[in-house]
């Protein structure tokens, strides 16, 4: 780090000490919460089916991806060798193989470090969740604000592992490899990226599996409530909870908070390199790298003070407002924080001019993630008169109810993506004044901030979203245990938020992912060239710059196509899916419920069997999955060019976002237009409408909760194997007949994955066919 | 036409005469259908409520879209004046002063032209469709060949019209304009396509509000059958069929023979003027321009012998086989002439060598269309396992019958992509060898050819196409009129026949969009730079030539995120005014059902209030839509410049052609999961799965045709729009205070429009509340 000076120095140690508390304090809290009481014996039983399924789901879904990461570890370490360093590396390390060595190096172990970053952030979120599933229900018994406090310590466990997590190995990587720092994050964001792929696609298809095979089958067809312990797929769907809305959506954020700090990185690399002498000399300036970090660390000292104030009294008895206050106080802290560190760190030391920019891209981040939310409220909450509408469609049949869904999602991807064009624009006029030579790198280098301003408070953010998944677990347990009714109470209140706090932050992490998948394109863009530039540098003939990605030219144009197909492919099999598995599940529990003695209580159902189905059925797609999404950016990229896969991430970005909103939208409006005609509207539970709503609600889980949220990771994950492949790309040529050998593999591999995927599992079908042990 | 050989100037008069002779056809057969007998009084009754309601319905349309069509055909006069005349147009009038004068009333009369040959084509396929229902009804009695005959003449006057206009407007214009012609093309193409989206869109609200309404009160809650003459709203369905299906589909398909040919004949041009000497000396190789126009010719005439075979006997009875009988007979006829008109007019006069490649890209236009319907087929198609895995998917409740629709769909427009990619591809690789300078203009000239491919036997498909509607209502008729079971099966035969073509011929339609868009896109790029390149001819100062459309530059970046939202807005707004009018006639029904007397039979319900439902809810979008279409391009391209505008465009053209194929393939594989099912698979009619079924089938009725079909003109008409506008936004200033009122007052008038889309329509109310007249 030989370009810092003294203040720099300091203030990367002191980020580093502060991811290190904010994982600390995590640990922390988790124990506060194991310390709890475990409740009643009935409680108990009910949570260890849980917590046996929960923790059997992961350690599967690690046996199952582990290969393929150890595998793409020594690719990823081999493909560095296929290209000459970087000038950077170079510079770094000395010679051009110390340099090759270190970077191939660097990247694999910081790919292992971002995956398994990504699982443990995913892992523990679960676990606590588990634990603290058990302990709200306990906690019901006493009061308001000990159930709440609970769960919501119990979510920030997950969301301060989250940013410390995130920040450390950010900062890690960058006092290791200093100006190389790129070649080695992007392993490390693909890691984080490729887990989040894989516990967002495995963990929604479980849980979803489960649920929508626990509702068809148990409020639809037989007429129980929800979570009736003689439901066999009742422990299933609670496990679901755990390993889908706590995993998935852990390492997901997760994901989308490295990313953005890898995008901002490199882009910052970049511009501090073109703002000292010529690009290529030495020399840079790195104010632009460290404001970043500082920001993050900013952020998670601001959540820990903000989670503090997380508290409510019995008489109130308002956690939506105790939340709010917290991340408000969070807010605050934050955006003056910020500012104050703006003219220490952004601050040009010849001239002595403050450079107030990156501070207004962050703050326009913030304000972003106001918007997205707000947004989102007006679309999926019953205050407002989307959702009244399609509860009022449901009058007329569950087709109506149905289209006006469907309608009502559509609806809100456009304006969700007006809000974000707004906010790339907005760091357009921030950077209008910057010279033509790095204002393009300027302009993406703010969309990366307004992406650290996004997530800045991301330990509140976390912490209010595992709170949903957790009361809807307390409650579950609470009823399989047959809670008091004041205890119910409590916990079906504190669901009922959390419905809203999981709902809301779900449009952030969307709005994120794709605002880092627009910073990371812009990064591709400055990538290539630094490549080309090198080749050309290095006196190769024929090379000329990329000027752009030409959408008008034919091959880019067919890119565009393919690149906004994969968002349809990827959301296709994933429904199909869950609602395969779903199928399954309902048959088995129709099978059990003819179980003589059963239905009356006095037989317990075999929740085992339920649970394997799942898992079956969510392991099933997660290899072809992940190859789909690792496979198509390489095919195209090395069949039609580097330029055409430039078209190809762009159309990825444009229908990834779409679709993501389109079905969290539509899921969520589902959802909650049935919830607002239980609460009295049009006729009431157990009325026709209530029956059109609840169709609803079916299709809509999957869209909501499986191939919505499955594409924000999928965006990242093809969006980083581009960067990674694209040097390779520019460097082979093209229709040599080596590469036409590997594509002919690779298109063989795509279409086993897409078949793989479709087909229905055999071991599924076994399952299916053995005899029942309750039998 | 200075430039033309003797040759070129006898094909253009043989052209004019082909296109003439179609014309004329098309009015040979319909007086033959005329004089056709219109079967009993009963069937007479009915048919005069069909009659009185379609033509109420287009009167009432042509009314309220009269006047924007007015003031458009003033603007689009006025437009010219504000930029410099093209340097052709200078050419081929004299002076400056004259080419303005000539352009203006050249593209505002072919403007006017164009909509009203789209009307046209759309009005007499909508009266010939309703004249020839009865007598197919009539026909049916006296056996099979004669019912075949009558449903598919009338579908053939449609299909001819459609081919003598679209040939007829594009001759003209060229003879008239010359190497000016694209100036006064662009407002054909524009009238022809406007017309189209308010065809498509009113007529697709109209069809299926009265459908599903029909429907959802009849068959789901009353459990009466289909057509059945209690229901109040089944005149206004059949009304529907012959609105939407046969006067929606034929606008848009005449509207996408158009759009093709307008495209080759710009990109022609181009690649005329840039074969001949230097660009813009005035030396043209007109055979770019003649060969389509030749080629379309062939087209004609090969679909006019085809059809002369389409007959079966009474023994085979086989509708089928005997359409695709005369389909393959002129398609063979059609390649072997096109292959025979190759050395005639693509022969370089100097050298003599002949040029086969437009050739070749026509015939994989031919090849495209073949495989776009088979894939349609599969994924529709109740002989392939996609329809029947929704099918069984039905056993789980509708939800499950709801996603497995949803995933084929999207799965489908993959496919569709790909093989829409792969034909784009099949120009690039034909064209490899065309020199640098002009390769661009080469492949994309390659596409338009590709879509005058697919579309070259457009007499067929619209014949094939218009059939179904055509039966179903004979069916309707049929139905309603008592006839006896022998008259009924060959009309249930036919009907199911008719449900086939419809789907099949739908793919063709909605991938010669995207083609036709495709070609437009490249003659967008080549448009702006023509115009450019004046500017600098004329020594104005700043200017540089577009050298790309740069998705990674921010600003095009966003344009091409607003443009990727549009088919969602789109789609949103027109299944919103779908559901909504639709659940008003559920209302209007059920308190028809009430009237004492009627469910006996002995009341005749009010036909006309249902009629009058669906023809307000159908008008009051047509203005809104219209507008968005219109606003939205030229918002976008005032605002961000031309550059984004061209991202824009792609955007549009992407996820326009994702959710055309994704709703029209998921809604026509629910219709035929249900039918899948009435063929007694799963349980059979009136099941659990069928009930299930009914609801996919009605979910998807919008989505196949309002939604999805109202996608093709609206990609075109926003192409076109950014091709008028284009040369203005390069001229003009950005920024200066006109722009910006001008751009506040477009910015407001789509907040109107879209607010107006959405809300309750006020006519509606007081339908709704007015006293019956049947009470």
Same mark, same amino acid.
């Given at each position: 780090?030989?370009d810092l000076?003294?203040?720099q120095s300091?203030?990367v140690?002191?980020v580093?000490?502060?991811?290190l508390l904010?994982?600390?304090?995590?640990?922390?809290i988790?124990?506060?919460?194991l310390?709890?009481?475990?409740?009643?014996?009935?409680?108990r039983?009910v949570?260890?089916?849980?917590?046996?399924g929960?923790n059997?789901?992961?350690?599967?879904?690690?046996?199952t991806?582990s290969?393929l990461?150890v595998?793409?570890t020594?690719?990823l370490?081999?493909?560095?060798?296929?290209?000459?360093?970087?000038t950077e590396?170079?510079e770094?390390?000395g010679s051009?193989?110390?340099?090759?060595l270190?970077v191939?190096?660097g990247?694999a172990?910081?790919?292992?470090?971002?995956s398994?970053?990504?699982?443990a952030?995913?892992?523990?979120g679960?676990?606590v969740a588990?634990?603290?599933n058990?302990r709200?229900?306990?906690?019901?018994?006493?009061?308001?604000?000990?159930?709440l406090?609970v769960?919501?310590k119990?979510?920030s466990?997950?969301g301060? #592992?989250?940013?410390?997590?995130?920040?450390?190995?950010?900062?890690?990587?960058?006092?290791?490899?200093?100006?190389?720092?790129?070649?080695?994050l992007?392993?490390f964001?693909?890691?984080?990226?490729?887990?989040a792929?894989?516990?967002?696609?495995?963990?929604?298809?479980?849980?979803?599996?489960?649920?929508?095979?626990?509702?068809?089958?148990?409020?639809?067809?037989?007429?129980?409530p929800?979570?009736?312990?003689r439901n066999?797929?009742?422990?299933?769907?609670?496990v679901g909870?755990n390993?889908?809305d706590?995993?998935?959506?852990?390492?997901?954020?997760?994901?989308?908070f490295?990313?953005t700090?890898?995008?901002a990185?490199?882009l910052?690399?970049?511009? $501090?390199?073109?703002?000292?002498?010529?690009?290529g000399?030495g020399?840079?300036?790195?104010r632009?790298?460290?404001?970043?970090l500082?920001?993050?660390?900013?952020g998670?000292?601001a959540s820990v003070i903000g989670n503090?104030?997380v508290?409510?009294d019995?008489r109130?008895?308002?956690a939506?407002a105790?939340?709010?206050?917290?991340?408000?106080?969070?807010?605050?802290?934050?955006?003056?924080a910020s500012a104050a560190?703006?003219?220490i760190f952004m601050?040009?030391?010849?001239t002595g001019?403050?450079d107030?920019?990156?501070f207004?891209?962050t703050?326009?981040?913030v304000?972003?993630?106001?918007? #997205?939310?707000?947004?989102?409220?007006y679309?999926?909450s019953t205050?407002?008169?989307p959702v009244k509408e399609?509860s009022?469609a449901?009058q007329?049949?569950?087709?109506?109810?149905? #289209?006006s869904?469907l309608?009502?999602?559509m609806?809100?991807?456009?304006?969700?993506i #007006?809000?974000?064009?707004?906010s790339?624009?907005?760091s357009v006029?921030?950077?209008?004044?910057?010279?033509?030579?790095?204002?393009?790198?300027?302009?993406?280098?703010?969309?990366?901030?307004t $992406?650290?301003?996004?997530?800045?408070?991301t330990g509140?953010?976390?912490?209010?979203?595992?709170?949903?998944p957790i009361s809807?677990?307390?409650?579950?347990?609470?009823e399989m245990?047959?809670?008091?009714?004041?205890?119910?109470?409590?916990?079906?209140?504190l669901?009922?938020?959390?419905?809203?706090?999981?709902?809301?932050t779900?449009?952030?992490?969307?709005?994120?992912?794709?605002i880092?998948?627009?910073?990371?394109y812009g990064s591709?863009f400055?990538?290539?060239?630094?490549?080309l530039?090198?080749?050309i540098?290095?006196?190769?003939?024929?090379?000329?710059?990329?000027s752009?990605?030409?959408?008008?030219?034919p091959?880019?144009?067919?890119?565009l196509?393919?690149?906004?197909?994969?968002?349809?492919?990827?959301s296709?099999?994933?429904?199909?899916?869950?609602?395969?598995?779903a199928?399954?599940?309902?048959?088995?529990?129709?099978?059990?419920?003819r179980?003589p003695?059963?239905?009356?209580g006095?037989?317990?159902?075999d929740?085992?069997?339920a649970?394997?189905?799942?898992t079956?059925?969510?392991?099933?797609?997660l290899i072809?999955?992940?190859?789909?999404?690792?496979l198509?950016?390489i095919?195209?990229?090395?069949?039609?060019?580097?330029?055409a896969? $430039?078209g190809?991430?762009?159309g990825?970005?444009?229908?990834?976002?779409?679709?993501a909103?389109?079905?969290?939208?539509?899921?969520?409006?589902?959802?909650?237009?049935k919830?607002?005609?239980?609460?009295?509207?049009?006729?009431?539970k157990?009325?026709?409408?209530?029956k059109?709503a609840?169709?609803?609600?079916?299709v809509?889980?999957p869209?909501k909760?499986?191939?919505g949220p499955?594409l924000?990771?999928?965006i990242?994950?093809?969006n980083?194997?581009?960067?990674?492949?694209?040097p390779i790309?520019v460097?082979?040529?093209p229709g040599?007949?080596?590469v036409?050998?590997?594509?002919?593999?690779?298109?063989?591999a795509?279409i086993?994955?897409?078949?793989?995927?479709?087909r229905?599992?055999?071991?599924?079908?076994?399952i299916?066919?053995?005899?029942?042990?309750?039998?």
């Open positions: 780090m030989q000076n003294a203040v300091l203030a140690w002191a580093l000490v502060v991811s904010g994982i600390g304090y995590a640990f922390f988790r124990s506060q919460i310390a709890q009481d475990t409740g009643t014996p009935k409680m039983e949570w260890g089916f849980i917590k046996t929960a059997a789901y992961l350690s599967q879904q690690f046996r991806i290969i990461i595998i793409l020594f690719v370490a081999a493909s560095v060798f296929i290209i000459p360093p970087t590396a170079v770094r390390f051009e193989e110390a340099a090759t270190w191939a190096i990247r172990v910081a790919f292992l470090m971002g398994l970053f990504s699982y952030v995913g892992y523990v679960m676990n588990v634990e603290g058990v709200v229900a306990a906690a019901s018994r006493k009061g308001y604000n000990p159930a406090q769960a919501y119990s979510g466990v997950t301060m #592992l989250t940013v410390g997590l995130g920040l450390l190995g950010g900062t890690l990587i960058f006092m290791v490899f200093g100006i190389a720092a790129p070649d080695a992007l392993g964001g693909f890691g984080g990226s490729l887990i792929l894989f516990m967002r696609v495995g963990g929604g298809i479980y849980t979803k599996a489960a649920d929508v095979g626990a509702d068809l089958v148990g409020k639809v067809e037989a007429g129980i929800e979570d009736d312990p066999a797929a009742v422990i299933a769907d609670l909870d390993v889908g706590c995993a998935g959506m852990a390492a997901d954020v997760f994901e989308s490295e990313v700090l890898v995008s990185l490199i910052g690399l970049v511009l $501090g390199d073109a703002v000292v002498g010529t690009i000399d020399a840079y300036d790195l632009f790298i460290i404001f970043p500082v920001l993050r660390a900013i998670v000292v503090l104030f508290t409510t019995e109130k008895r308002n939506m105790a939340m709010n206050r917290g991340f408000y106080i969070a807010a605050g802290l934050a955006i003056a560190a703006t003219p601050v040009d030391e010849a001019i403050v107030w920019r990156p207004f891209a703050l326009s981040g304000v972003l993630a106001v918007v #997205l939310d707000k947004l989102t409220e679309f999926t205050h407002f008169s399609t009022k449901s007329t049949g569950s087709a109506t109810n149905i #289209l869904g309608a009502l999602g609806e809100s991807s456009v304006w969700a #007006l809000v974000i064009s707004a790339i624009f907005t006029l921030i950077y209008s004044g910057e010279p033509a030579a790095t204002q393009f790198t300027a302009i993406l280098y703010g969309v990366s901030l $992406g650290i301003g996004m997530l800045l408070l509140n953010t976390i912490s209010m979203d595992s709170f949903g809807d677990n307390a409650n579950g347990i609470g245990a047959g809670l008091d009714k004041n205890a119910r109470n409590v916990m079906d209140d669901d009922a938020v959390g419905n809203t706090t999981k709902a809301v779900k449009g952030i992490a969307i709005g994120s992912a794709v880092a998948a627009v910073a990371l591709y400055t990538d290539v060239n630094k490549v530039q090198q080749m540098a290095k006196g190769e003939q024929g090379i000329e710059l990329l752009s990605i030409n959408v008008a030219a091959t880019v144009f067919i890119g196509l393919i690149g906004g197909a994969v968002p349809f492919l990827f296709s099999l994933t429904i199909r899916a869950v609602s395969r598995a199928a399954q599940i309902v048959n088995e529990v129709r099978r059990q419920f179980i003695g059963l239905m009356e006095k037989v317990q159902p929740y085992a069997r649970v394997q189905i799942s079956t059925a969510a392991q099933k797609e072809s999955l992940g190859l789909i999404a690792v198509v950016p095919i195209v990229g090395f069949t039609l060019g580097v330029e896969l $430039g190809f991430l762009a990825i970005i444009l229908t990834g976002q779409l679709m909103v389109f079905q969290a939208n539509a899921g969520g409006a589902w959802d909650n237009a919830k607002y005609i239980e609460e009295g509207n049009f006729g009431g157990h009325s026709e409408p209530h059109a609840v169709v609803g609600d079916t809509g889980d869209l909760d499986t191939a499955a924000n990771p999928m990242k994950v093809i980083l194997v581009a960067l990674i492949i694209a790309v460097t082979i040529k040599s007949p080596g036409i050998v590997a594509m002919i593999l690779c298109v063989a795509l086993w994955a897409i078949w793989q995927s479709k229905e599992s055999e071991t599924l079908k076994e299916a066919q053995a005899p029942a042990s309750a039998d």
